[in-house]
């Protein structure tokens, strides 16, 4: 089994942010998967970053469908996205976690967009409660292939080589992975997806001295009783306003708790 963070990870300073007295509303979102087949979807989001009350918004992983490097901010679709971003990001205190899709997201990128980098994991305090932010695919333990893959990826030998190479090879490859990828949940029932693993999330949280997680990547929205005595789980809902079914959810603190919100199509 590939290396994970232990039973009782540490959470140093530079892991935990404190939300400054003057914010009074922060937003959580997480696994957009961005790409230019979804224009509902990306306008949606444009709408909603244009017009959300948040002094804050944290988005948890998997923005984008794929992130073979941050020369892909170029390109128009991608450019296009840039632009909003930043937008917000000059008005608001916008935070981006990388996820299991764009891990290659890196500095250059953020600062065009005026972001800050949100490490996984985070120790927030907000409003009197400490809560874990995660992406949420570290701790799917269950997905054993997948953690093997996913420390390969992560390893900066493995970035370095495969960010040497030209940016329509890098694009190629991501298509290949993506098509390989959906394949093999196409042949799983949903209910056979992996999730969080709770004895593990609960060592987190234990160590972490949180009371909430809050994540995304299993693109399962719940809200549930999780961890130690009395602590929750959030799990974000993933944005997908082009196809049926349609789905796209905020998750909302303020001083009277969280909630979710729908957006509408």
């Known amino acids: 089994m590939p290396d ?17 007295p003057s914010w009074r509303c922060i937003d959580f979102i997480s696994d957009l998967h961005l790409h230019e087949g979804l224009p509902r979807t990306t ?11 948040a002094d804050a918004v944290f ?37 981006i976690m990388v996820g299991n899709r ?8 953020l600062a065009a967009c005026n972001a800050h980098k949100l490490h996984d994991p985070t120790v ?22 997948y953690l093997k893959f996913r420390a390969q990826v992560r390893h900066p030998q493995w970035q370095h080589a495969f960010l040497a190479h030209p940016l329509e090879a890098r694009l190629a490859q991501a298509r290949q992975m993506r098509e390989a990828s959906q394949m093999h ?12 693993d709770e ?11 949180a009371t909430a997680l809050i994540h ?7 809200d549930q009783a999780f961890g130690p005595a009395g602590a929750m789980r959030h799990v974000l809902s993933d944005w997908d306003l082009d196809h049926g079914h349609a789905r796209a959810e905020v998750l909302r603190l303020t001083e009277n708790g969280l909630q979710r919100l729908a957006l509408n199509a």
Request: proline fraction near 8%; charged fraction near 15%; aromatic fraction near 8%.
């Open 4 to 20: 994970v963070k232990g039973a009782t990870p540490p959470f140093p300073p530079s892991d935990t942010l404190h939300a400054p």
């Open 43 to 53: 306008r949606a989001l444009a709408s909603y970053l244009a017009s959300t009350p």
């Open 59 to 95: 988005m948890l992983g998997d923005v984008f469908e794929a992130w073979v490097g941050d020369d892909m901010r170029g390109q128009p679709y991608e450019a296009a996205c840039v632009e909003f971003l930043a937008q917000a990001g000059s008005r608001l205190h916008l935070a």
């Open 102 to 109: 764009d891990f290659l997201l890196g500095d250059a990128m």
């Open 124 to 145: 927030l305090h907000a409003f009197g409660q400490p809560m874990l932010l995660i992406h949420g695919d570290e701790l799917c333990l269950s997905d054993q292939a």
């Open 185 to 196: 949940q196409h042949a799983q029932a949903p209910e056979n997806w992996a999730d969080v």
């Open 199 to 209: 004895a593990t999330a609960t060592q987190w949280m234990q160590a972490a001295g």
């Open 216 to 222: 995304g990547h299993t693109h399962r929205p719940c």
